[in-house]
């Protein structure tokens, strides 16, 4: 359907948002929807039960 390979140094000049070793979309369906398939960087913090089931988002106070 596509080819995807790492991100090089024009990759990284063009976009900020990469950084690297992560991958990109070349050609085909990977490059048309790169946007939307690479999703928004960021942390998710998971609380596990002792069974390592996922209970939900940890709550940080500050």
Same mark, same amino acid.
């Given at each position: 359907? $596509? &080819?995807i390979s790492e991100v090089n140094e024009g990759d990284l000049a063009k976009n900020?948002? &990469? #950084?690297q070793g992560?991958?990109?979309g070349r050609t $085909?369906?990977?490059? &048309? &929807?790169?946007e939307l398939l @690479? $999703? @928004?960087k960021g942390v998710q913090y998971i609380q596990k039960d002792r069974f390592n089931?996922? #209970? $939900?988002?940890i709550k940080m106070v500050l």
């Open positions: 359907m $596509g &080819y900020k948002y &990469y #950084i992560e991958l990109r $085909g369906v990977e490059r &048309y &929807y790169e @690479r $999703g @928004r089931r996922d #209970i $939900g988002p």
